[in-house]
């Protein structure tokens, strides 16, 4: 199948700063999302990002759909206790039926 | 409440038992998924379906069966489970255009032995 190669794996961060993650595929997608998952519970849409080169924000979330379509990138300003979890990106393929998941940035906020 | 529900939360089972893990949402969606997640790995996605009686293989479709004959339950099927099987599985759902956000259950913890 294909990868979505997402970094960085884990980030420990000071509350107040501010988060950037990437990711990058080997294939071209037409559609990127941005997931959150908090423990125990299953992944929440943060973003999504329809044509490339999109820059669109969510609150303190701002993501962009990279121009050669095989990137995306999530930056968090200004980061919270309540930031901390699992940041998945998401490719959905050309023929619009079939996601695929990043391996994952989990994030850890220090007070 | 708009939701997505998962049935069990969580299984034991030994190698070779069938099982069924049922999930049903109550938004009238006709997309619904399911995927896994291992550590390390993300969510790789298992099968979907598009609408009733239209089921497409995911990324990693081995090891499993779906069925969508009603529009708001999508059961997963494992016939024959096997060890790596191991995992923890979501359902996840939206309307008609996959794009669209997409509401994931609460996940189902599977040990196979």
């Known amino acids: 199948g294909q990868q979505l190669n997402q970094s960085p794996q884990s980030m420990f961060i000071q509350e107040g700063e501010d988060v950037s993650m990437n990711c990058t595929s080997s294939?071209?997608?037409?559609?990127w999302l941005w997931y959150k998952q908090d423990p125990g519970e299953g992944p929440v849409l943060l973003i999504a990002l329809y044509k490339a080169g999109e820059l669109t924000s969510n609150g303190r979330l701002t993501a962009q759909f990279g121009i050669t379509r095989k990137d995306s990138f999530l930056n968090i300003s200004a980061s919270i206790p309540s930031d901390v979890g699992i940041y998945f990106c998401a490719g959905l393929t050309n023929t619009g039926n079939q996601f695929y998941f990043g391996t994952g940035t989990s994030l850890t906020v220090i007070p | 409440e708009a939701q997505v529900t998962q049935n069990p939360r969580y299984l034991i089972t030994v190698t070779g038992k069938k099982l069924t893990v049922t999930c049903s949402q109550n938004m009238n969606h006709e997309y619904m998924s399911w995927y896994r997640q291992d550590p390390g790995l993300g969510l790789r996605q298992i099968y979907y379906s598009m609408n009733v009686e239209v089921t497409d293989k995911g990324d990693v479709p081995e090891g499993y069966k779906v069925s969508r004959k009603e529009k708001r339950n999508f059961p997963l099927i494992l016939e024959s489970p096997s060890p790596n099987q191991t995992s923890l599985y979501f359902c996840?759902?939206?309307?008609?255009?996959?794009?669209?956000?997409?509401?994931f259950g609460p996940g189902t913890r599977l040990l196979v032995l």
């Open positions: 294939s071209i997608f037409n559609t």
């Open positions: 996840a759902s939206s309307s008609s255009a996959p794009m669209e956000t997409q509401y």
